[in-house]
């Protein structure tokens, strides 16, 4: 097959139709063409040789051209593609390294197997450039909601036409036991969209939590308007769910205005998720306010926060139990997620138990070591007097307001615990001291005995040893494996050594061993500082011109 003038308007023609089928650009499609019959004249002139095609955009002519670019003599390697600067003088003026010297060459006849591959090169090309417009229309409708047709089921996968490409809806994405049939329409939410080798992948979900989040945004004007946010959400899809909700207008009730009139919003929602029952609930700044809440329709009788570790402990009635935990745990794994926070329940009867066996035990301590009779020591328990340090170092005022104790009686209290913590930090160096603890450990500032002997018990009987260690050793912390909080035990932890007093006290012995520079520790706070400034002065701002 030549390229004659009776079909060079059939280049031009087949592009357009190409283009217009794939919906592509036609100058994607010409230049394939140019680069297929690029191919086919270097199997006809020669494969080392530099072969260029241009098509006319207007008159559909192929023009072919031979390219050899200017070399240095050491570096000529292709004789077809490149020449010296002496060679180059025959057909240029005065050429320099670099230049490109371009000479038409006569068309090419395509054979059937140059045809073919020509052919292969314009599909190529094309399913690429095809690709390419579905990724970049898609890539961006990431995390919004699409209508599809089902086109068929593979292995428990719904394949989705959704108009200008296909996507895929996992099994685990589906909700419960979904089926579909080729022809039924679906709503989903894209939950991911990539660019992979055989093209860009659309992932659908109908279980992810911000599909239910997107439903209450088309059903809900408020929460488009952006006057309600939808603050958290959790989801155990196809059974129930969880949203937190907040409203920006003191006279609209978020809640009232989600559920809508007789309840017609929220059932739109629950019936898109095949009946999934849907607590909506009022978001608060506070959190044991808002895990109250989010608890709900369970009764709360107290909560304790442990922000550090990222817990929350929840004391029940005896009779609401099973009501917070829910079927299977489900009302208080839900909870968890809308809040972020690991949540141990307890009843009253159990918490009670705890509380009293806590109490016995710091009775105990200070019946053995300060001798006192139980009467007393249980009326230092109950003024909140937890540890020996406690009553040694308290101002005597507080001492003085427990019933029966008057200023000798106060006095003589924190002498006796002063001796038998002046005892245990002895014995407790005595020790440190036989596991072989260096002087520059137990001098530095900041580390009591007890400490330096926890320290020594676990190898580290230097300076330089309790340099090395990370903060989050010390002070112990919270790490997350497989999904679950798992607990750090620090070794100064039992001492209420938190995080930032463990960073100080390794930051201070490396600048003693000289392993740090405090200029640049001043450099870097004030650095910090001047950001954090900057960052008050811009929202003050931002606050100033809305």
């Known amino acids: ?9 059939e280049l031009l023609q087949t592009a357009e139709a190409v283009a217009r089928e794939k919906m592509i650009d036609p100058g994607l499609v010409v230049e394939a063409m140019e680069e297929s019959l690029a191919r086919a004249a270097k199997s006809r002139y020669g494969a080392e040789m530099d ?5 006319d955009r207007r008159t559909g002519k192929a023009t072919f051209t031979r390219v050899r670019t200017v070399v240095e003599d050491e570096e000529l390697e292709n004789y077809q593609a490149e020449m010296t600067v002496e060679q180059a003088k025959q057909y240029m003026a005065d050429p320099q390294v670099g230049d490109v010297y371009s000479e038409e060459v006569p068309p090419v ?27 970049d229309e898609f890539k961006d409708r990431a995390g ?19 108009g200008r490409g296909e996507a895929i809806l996992r099994r685990n994405e ?53 006057i309600i946010e939808i603050k958290a959400v959790a989801r155990d899809p196809g059974s129930r769910a969880k949203i937190a909700v907040i409203s920006y207008d003191s006279g609209i009730d978020p809640v009232g205005a989600c559920v809508g009139m007789r309840g017609s919003r929220v059932q739109a929602v629950v019936n898109e998720l095949q009946g999934e029952k849907i607590d909506i609930i009022p978001w608060n700044e506070d959190v044991p306010t808002f895990l109250v809440n989010a608890l709900q329709p369970a009764e709360v009788s107290k909560v ?43 009843t009253e009867e159990e918490e009670s138990k705890r509380r009293q066996a806590e109490f016995e035990e710091r009775t105990k301590l200070f019946m053995d070591t300060l001798d006192l009779d139980e009467f007393f020591a249980q009326l230092l328990v109950s003024e909140g007097f937890t540890n020996l340090e406690e009553v040694a170092y308290v101002e005597i005022d507080e001492l003085l307001v427990i019933d029966g104790v008057d200023e000798d009686t106060a006095n003589e209290l924190q002498a006796r615990a002063r001796d038998v913590l002046e005892e245990q930090a ?9 596991l072989g603890v260096d002087d520059s450990l137990v001098n530095f500032e900041g580390l009591t005995p007890q400490m330096v002997e926890a320290l020594a018990e676990d190898g580290i009987k230097t300076l330089e040893d309790f340099a090395t260690c990370a903060d989050w050793e010390l002070a112990g912390g919270w790490t997350t494996v497989d999904g679950q ?14 995080l930032e007093e463990a960073q100080n006290m390794v930051m201070t012995a490396r600048v003693l061993l000289g392993w740090v520079d405090p200029t640049e520790l001043e450099a870097e706070a004030e650095a910090e500082e001047g950001d954090a400034d900057l960052s008050d002065d811009t929202g003050e701002t931002e606050e100033q011109e809305a």
Do not use: W
């Open 1 to 9: 097959m030549a390229i004659t003038s009776a079909n060079q308007l």
């Open 51 to 55: 072969i260029r095609v241009s098509i």
């Open 109 to 135: 006849e395509l054979g059937r197997i140059a045809a073919q591959s020509a052919k292969q090169v314009i599909l190529q090309k094309v399913r690429e450039a095809e690709r390419d417009r579905q990724y």
């Open 144 to 162: 919004t909601i699409i209508n599809g047709v089902v086109k068929r089921e593979e292995y428990g996968n719904v394949i989705v036409d959704v």
């Open 174 to 226: 589906k909700i419960g036991r979904e089926s579909y049939r080729p022809g039924d329409r679906i709503r989903c939410y894209i939950k991911d969209v990539r660019r992979e080798t055989r093209g860009p992948q659309i992932f659908l979900s109908r279980t992810d939590p911000q599909f239910m989040a997107e439903l209450f945004k088309m059903e809900v004007p408020e929460i488009y308007d952006g």
């Open 304 to 346: 304790v926060l442990d922000e550090e570790a990222e817990r929350i402990e929840v004391v029940v009635p005896d009779e609401q139990l099973s009501l917070a935990i829910g079927r299977r745990g489900q009302n208080v794994r839900l909870a968890s997620q809308l809040t972020a926070l690991d949540i141990d329940i307890m």
């Open 426 to 434: 002895r014995k407790a160096l005595e020790h440190a001291r036989e």
């Open 485 to 498: 909080r798992v607990k750090d035990d620090g070794l100064l932890e039992k001492f209420e050594v938190d």
